[in-house]
C-alpha cells in the first residue's frame, strides 16, 4: 500500500483508534481522513465499519482506512491490529484509545452481569492500546490520546461508569510519566456531555439531559491535540457544552 508521501514532504502520518466505528470515534476517522492522514480503525459492529469504509471509498480515501473487527479488550485482538496497521501502513504516529460505553452502572440498582464489559473496555482498553502501540510510537515518536471524560473528574451517586473513567484519568498520568522519557507525548481528553448513541437507551435520552457538545467538536479537540508540534505534550483537557455545571 501507498506511503501516501506528498512530492518532496513526509509520509502520511498513522493513526490508530479503537472504537472508531461510531460516535466520537467515526468523526475522528473522518476528520482524520480528511486531513491526510491513513487511519486504522476498530470496532464490534461490521456493518458500522462497512458503512465507514464504504464513506471513506466514495471520498476518495479508501486507500488510506484501515478496518479491524473486534473487541477492544481483546489482547489478540488489539495486538494483531496494531501489528498489521504497522507492517501495511510502515509507521504508527498517534494510538487513540476511545472505545467505551456505559452500561445500567448504578452499584445500587444496576445490573452486574453488564458490568464486567463495560469495566474491561473502559479500563483494561486503553491499557492494552498502550501496550501494543508503545513499541512503534517510541520509534516515532508519537502520541498516545486517552478518551475519557468529565466523569472521570466528578463523581455521581453510585456510578460505576464513573468509576471506570477515573481509572483513565489515572491511566493517563501513570503513561504520562512512563513515556515523557521516550519522546512520546499523553493526552487524556475529557468530555463533558456528548451528543452521540451513548444517550439513546438513558431515560428521556438527550434532550433530557442538558445542553451537549457534537462529537466534530470532541474530534476537533483531539485533531488539535496530535497535531501540536514535536517536543509540545498537551496532557489534559477536559471539554464541556456551556451550561454543564458539573
Known amino acids: ?133 508503545l513499541p512503534a510510537l517510541k520509534e516515532s515518536q508519537g502520541r498516545i490520546v486517552l478518551v475519557g471524560s468529565v466523569a472521570g473528574f466528578k463523581n455521581t451517586p453510585g456510578n460505576l461508569y464513573s468509576m471506570t473513567k477515573f481509572a483513565v484519568t489515572g491511566l493517563a498520568e501513570n503513561v504520562r510519566m512512563l513515556t515523557t522519557g521516550y519522546g512520546v507525548g499523553t493526552t487524556l481528553i475529557a468530555p463533558g456531555r456528548v451528543l452521540t448513541p451513548f444517550w439513546d437507551e438513558r431515560p428521556g435520552g438527550a434532550a433530557a439531559a442538558g445542553p451537549m457538545i457534537s462529537a466534530e467538536q470532541v474530534a476537533d479537540t483531539l485533531v488539535w491535540a496530535i497535531t501540536q508540534p514535536r517536543g509540545v505534550d498537551v496532557n489534559t483537557l477536559v471539554v464541556r457544552p456551556i451550561g454543564q455545571p458539573n
Open 1 to 133: 500500500m501507498s506511503d501516501s508521501t506528498p512530492a518532496g514532504g513526509a509520509p502520511a502520518p498513522v493513526t490508530f483508534i479503537t472504537g472508531g466505528s461510531s460516535g466520537i470515534g467515526a468523526e475522528s476517522v473522518r476528520r482524520l481522513l480528511a486531513l491526510g492522514h491513513r487511519v486504522a480503525a476498530t470496532g464490534r459492529s461490521a456493518a458500522k465499519l462497512a458503512a465507514l469504509t464504504d464513506a471513506a471509498e466514495a471520498a476518495g480515501a479508501g486507500e488510506r482506512l484501515l478496518t479491524f473487527q473486534g473487541d477492544a479488550a481483546d489482547w489478540a485482538h488489539v495486538e494483531e491490529a496494531v501489528v498489521e496497521t504497522v507492517r501495511v501502513f510502515g509507521r504508527l504516529d498517534h494510538a487513540i484509545a476511545n472505545a467505551g460505553y456505559s452500561a445500567d452502572a448504578h452499584v445500587e440498582t444496576g445490573d452486574p452481569e453488564k458490568w464486567r464489559g463495560m469495566v474491561l473496555t473502559n479500563v483494561l482498553g486503553p491499557a492494552l492500546l498502550v501496550r501494543a502501540a
